[in-house]
Structures are given as C-alpha cells and as structure tokens.
C-alpha cells in the first residue's frame, strides 16, 4: 500500500544517514543527473557502453537486490528506471559487466533554496582588465563551481566551468573569473554568471547577469605627499598598482577624510585641497566616470609639514609629508646621533 511505502522510505531514510555522510560529494562528478523535487514522473540512468551485452547496476557498490528499496528499481536491457526518486535513492550508480565498472552516474535532487543569489555570492572587479573574483558566502555546501556565459545557464555540455581551488576557512569558495569585455568601449553587455554548488546529494543552479561596472571596487589609493599650498594643504593621490591604464583614460575620483587640530572635528574633501592645520587624513577613491563602489580607506596617516616636523618623516607608510629635499633625512640621522652622544655625555 501507499502507507507502507511511504513508510518504507521513511525508514531507509534514517537508515541512510551514515552512508549518505561516508558517501558526501565534495566535487562535482562526471556524469550525474539531477531529479526536480514533487516531479512523479520517474528518471532513467544510461549505461555507458558500446557493447549489447547485459549488464548489472550497483547502488554504491551494492547490488540492487540488496538494497531495500529493489521495489523502486526497474532495469530495461542497459537502462535503469528509478521511480518516487527521494533522498535515501539519491547517489552513486554504477554499471557493471563481469568485474568491470563501465561507467557511473550519481542522481541528485534539485536543492531547495529560497535565498536571493546576491546572497549567496558576491563578486568584485579591481579595474576594467579582464579579470574579476568572486566569493560563494554560504557555508552548507561541500563544492560550488561558476562560468559565465549562456552555455552554462542553459545547461549545455559545452559549458566551460571555474572551480575554486580551496575551501575557505569560513566554509565559503573563492573564484577568479575571466572576461572577454573590452575595457576601452561602451559597455553594452551584461555579463551572465551561473553557479551551480552541491550539498550532500543536492544540487542548486543559480544565474543572476549584470554589467561590469556594477562591480568594479578599485584598491585604496596610494598617498603619497601633503605639500603647504598658502592656507591649504595639497594632497597627492595615486591609483591603486592595480587599477586600469592609462589613468588620463580611467581616471578615479578622491574623497579625503581628516581629522582638525583645533577640535578634533572630521571633514571631508572631493577636492585634493584640503585645510591645513589637520592632523591626520585618509583617502579612498572610486571611478568618477560611471561613479563605482568606493574603495576601502587607506589607513590613517599622520601629516608632518614644516621644517621643524620633517625629521618624523622616515616612516611614509605612517606620515604624509611634503617632498623631502635630498640628503634630508641623512641630516635628520646626523641630528639624532649628535642629540644621543649629547645625552650619554650628561649621563
């Protein structure tokens, strides 16, 4: 009857959990066929095979007849039709002649996942070059591969997909992805990115499109001098190493964040002028063109100007200081040896 079956499968369904653990994918098989969830309609596995000769089909590694769901099995010749396909059928079938495997076919089930994909995976480009990277966030699946294209989002055997290398330490993946936009012409269009990732024997396929310019993020800029300019202080920025060329093509805009000396009181600048009496700024940047992502700030900086402060000035990582005059800092090793043997003299 219904009801036994039903509890049939509930059973072999507890049954099945160690083996569905010993059995966890962690990379995507060759061959595998996905069920889609409340369909009734039974799916069929292929024997691979050039032969006519009869064959004999295991369910990880056990004969058919062994396993307690035979009543859900029918072979026809080479082909093996499994019907009410849920969790405890899901895995690795193989078929067999003599002692040789001929070929394996895993069956998995479409995941239910009612999460947005922009949930599931962030992406983000440096510059217009041709490449960009891209995170899988979620942590509850074992092996998450990407392509772009509309090969992969129709299913096609001739999609080409990226695999992450690692697992990351937060359970997610991580993805270089490579484009054939050209970074000198209008962007006209949209990139179109499918994921597929697997969680035990379930699969969830995902594909969201968008342009390239909603990704881009270029690194934080590099600050490299803070020159007096009558009552203003002039801020030198430079792009990121990373960010495109020429940069009188793919210019960046800036916004400077200081901190007064008076009161303490921060302000922000679009313009590389800033006020003076400041004692410590820092910058981010973003493309003024299409208006990108803002970059992440640079580390504060302390801002060293006057005569009397350019001694501070040998650590650039931590100082902006103007352009220092050659042998300056040679100078400022002569005055601090001078002010040490003076010391140890009193002493």
């Known amino acids: 009857t219904?009801?036994?079956?039903?509890?049939?499968l509930w059973i072999f369904g507890l049954l099945s959990i160690s083996l569905t653990a010993a059995h966890r994918l962690n990379h995507f098989p060759q061959n595998?066929?996905?069920?889609?969830?409340?369909?009734?309609n039974p799916v069929t596995l292929t024997c691979d095979t050039k032969s006519d000769s009869a064959v004999m089909w295991k369910f990880h590694g056990e004969e058919l007849e062994d396993v307690d769901l035979v009543d859900n099995f029918q072979q026809d010749?080479?082909?093996l039709?499994?019907?009410?396909?849920?969790?405890?059928?899901?895995?690795?079938y193989s078929c067999w002649r003599g002692g040789e495997m001929l070929s394996s076919t895993y069956l998995l089930l479409e995941a239910e996942e009612e999460e947005e994909f922009d949930s599931l995976i962030s992406c983000r480009a440096k510059s217009y070059d041709c490449t960009f990277s891209c995170k899988w966030t979620h942590s509850g699946y074992t092996a998450v591969r990407l392509r772009l294209g509309h090969d992969c989002s129709d299913g096609r055997k001739s999609c080409e997909w990226v695999n992450s290398s690692d697992q990351l330490l937060d359970g997610g993946f991580q993805f270089e992805m490579?484009?054939?936009?050209?970074?000198?012409?209008?962007e006209s269009t949209m990139l179109e990115l499918t994921a597929e990732a697997i969680s035990d024997f379930s699969i969830l396929r995902k594909t969201k499109t968008f342009y390239l310019r909603n990704i881009v993020q270029p690194d934080s800029p590099q600050i490299v001098k803070c020159e007096e300019q009558g009552q203003d202080l002039n801020v030198t920025i430079d792009p990121p190493s990373s960010w495109s060329t020429p940069h009188s093509f793919f210019s960046l805009e800036h916004e400077i964040q200081y901190v007064l000396k008076d009161d303490g009181q921060i302000g922000q600048s679009l313009s590389v002028l800033i006020p003076k009496r400041i004692s410590k700024l820092r910058v981010r940047s973003r493309d003024s063109l299409v208006q990108s992502n803002w970059s992440q700030w640079t580390p504060w900086k302390n801002v060293r100007t006057g005569k009397k402060h350019l001694c501070k000035c040998k650590n650039t990582a931590k100082s902006c200081?103007?352009?220092?005059?050659?042998?300056?800092?040679d100078h400022c090793k002569t005055k601090g040896k001078k002010k040490r043997d003076k010391?140890?003299?009193r002493s």
């Open 2 to 8: 219904i009801s036994q079956k039903t509890l049939s």
């Open 32 to 40: 595998f066929v996905v069920a889609k969830r409340y369909n009734v």
């Open 77 to 79: 010749g080479q082909n």
């Open 81 to 92: 039709t499994i019907s009410d396909v849920d969790i405890p059928l899901l895995g690795q």
């Open 178 to 186: 490579s484009h054939s936009l050209s970074p000198y012409s209008e």
């Open 321 to 329: 200081c103007p352009e220092l005059p050659p042998g300056s800092l």
């Open 343 to 345: 010391n140890a003299d």
